[in-house]
């Protein structure tokens, strides 16, 4: 699968340590993964992070931020705690920022609850008594993970977000913390890159989600991230499909994530990208071509669009129509008509289907 999403009741250390290993991060009091995400309409991969910490020292660039706002400020490290002071500062920080963000402090970290499973502690950054900055990060045995940053808009020009990350990072180094987990960045969205700066590339690591393994960013391809193979492998599928003559059309599926709201049955369709079949005569996916990246196959099946789903997802999002960019049905996969690493089978295939349907406008979809 490609998202997962425990809820657990309680949470040692050394557990946090084997989620966090694994490319898991918090999300309120649950914890998850994903290898794919929807940001303002279009599919995207996080690459997942960690900085080893045996060893490391903070280069130029970085002990200047350092040392500039240690001048300036006084910064206390503590225990993590909830507050207005907190929860004030949170909704100035949530007015500019851009993207989406919870209503409140409280909301993100705690589902709206009052305990927290998590060893929380918190950076606080004070310009006389005045509250101007706060990071949030938790505590494994061996691992610890930057979880929230916030600063005040007046005060953005004083890399104050870099500065909480880096003293969290101090803070791992002198409690004798191996890793540093500060979550995910996305390609193509720039307001993830901040993390990359918390160390060059042979020192930053990601996690490979093929050999599921942590590997120096140095060895990161573009090509190799899951959303740029998806559409590489569809594309080539979809231009020998068009060659033939027949109607094919790339739709996004956000309901590819179907088991994290609670439906585990395991014919849903879990590819976030696909290609669907004959669409001048199937106006709601049938068949349809996906690929696999665990088998490192394509997966031509017949399907069937089973629950609306529009209300869960974004109402700009265009759908059921010829100029669709995602489909928002849930989709059960009938029959697997084939599995394969050649397009040229699937193209065989979807022509010998083709001499079955009737055109449209004719009696029946069958001949």
């Keep these: 699968m490609f998202t997962e999403k425990h809820f657990p009741t309680s949470l040692t250390g050394p557990e946090l340590d084997y989620y966090l290993e694994r490319a898991w991060y918090r999300m309120g009091q649950s914890i998850f993964t994903c290898h794919f995400l929807f940001f303002d309409d279009n599919l995207y991969s996080p690459v997942w992070l960690r900085l080893p910490l045996t060893g490391y020292q903070f280069r130029k660039g970085l002990r200047k931020i ?59 950054v004070y310009d006389d008594e005045r509250l101007v900055a706060f990071s949030f990060f938790d505590l494994g ?25 880096l003293e969290e990072i101090q803070y791992g180094i002198d409690h004798g913390f191996r890793y540093f987990y500060p979550g995910y960045v996305v ?24 050999f599921e393994s942590w590997e120096p960013y140095t060895r990161y391809s573009v ?45 849903f369709l879990e590819a976030p990208l696909f290609l669907t079949l004959f669409c001048n005569v199937f106006p709601r996916p049938r068949f349809i071509v996906f690929y696999d990246l665990w088998k490192e196959k394509y997966v031509f099946t ?36 084939i599995e394969t690493q050649h397009a040229e089978t699937i193209v065989r295939l979807a022509n010998e289907i083709g001499k079955l349907i009737k055109p449209p406008g004719a009696r029946g979809v069958l001949k």
């Design 66 to 124: 350092l040392e500039q706002n240690r001048r300036r400020f006084c910064t206390v490290v503590r225990r993590g705690i909830i507050d207005e002071e907190k929860e004030d500062l949170f909704q100035r920080y949530r007015e500019n920022f851009k993207g989406s963000i919870s209503a409140t402090l409280k909301d993100s970290l705690l589902d709206g609850q009052e305990s927290n499973i998590y060893n929380m502690q918190e950076i606080a």
């Design 302 to 337: 017949h399907c069937m669009p089973l629950e609306d789903l529009g209300f869960y997802f974004e109402y700009s999002m265009q759908f059921d129509n010829l100029e669709a960019r995602h489909f928002l049905d849930f989709i059960l996969t009938k029959t697997q008509i």
């Design 187 to 210: 390609p193509g969205v720039a307001r993830f890159d901040y993390k990359l700066r918390m160390g060059k590339p042979a020192e930053v690591e990601f996690f490979d989600l093929k």
């Design 223 to 267: 090509e190799e991230v899951p959303v740029n193979l998806l559409s590489a492998r569809l594309n080539r599928v979809a231009q020998a499909l068009v060659q033939s003559g027949i109607p094919v059309q790339m739709l996004f599926y956000p309901a590819y994530e179907a088991n994290i709201f609670g439906y585990h049955n395991e014919r």
């Design 141 to 165: 045995t061996t691992s610890l993970a930057s979880i929230k940053g916030v600063f005040d808009p007046s005060y953005s020009s004083l890399s104050l977000g870099i500065y909480t990350m």
